[in-house]
């Protein structure tokens, strides 16, 4: 799952930076393809990261342990 979270947060720093930069007339190169859609499309792929950071820390929360009740004895 490490590995997951580590991909979100790369997903939400590429999409979020490059959102930003938009409205400075600059591209970031790994994303470039998507100048024309942008900024819209690097909000989507943070979004994207930060849905997949989210689900993962779901995932990752263990339940609640349930209380036990004594059995009678017989």
């Known amino acids: 799952m490490e590995i997951v979270r580590k991909i979100a947060v790369f997903l939400m720093l590429i999409g979020f ?3 930003g930069l938009y409205f ?3 591209e970031l190169r790994i994303i ?3 100048s ?3 900024p819209a499309a690097g909000l989507g792929i943070g979004g994207l990261g930060l849905v997949a ?3 993962t820390i779901a995932m ?3 339940p609640a342990e349930q209380p036990q ?3 009678p004895q017989a």
Do not use: G, N
Request: hydrophobic fraction near 50%; glycine fraction near 0%; charged fraction near 20%.
């Open 17 to 19: 930076v490059s959102a």
């Open 24 to 26: 400075a007339d600059y």
């Open 32 to 34: 470039s393809f998507l």
């Open 36 to 38: 024309d859609y942008q």
């Open 53 to 55: 950071l989210l689900v």
């Open 60 to 62: 990752a929360k263990k």
């Open 69 to 71: 009740t004594a059995q």
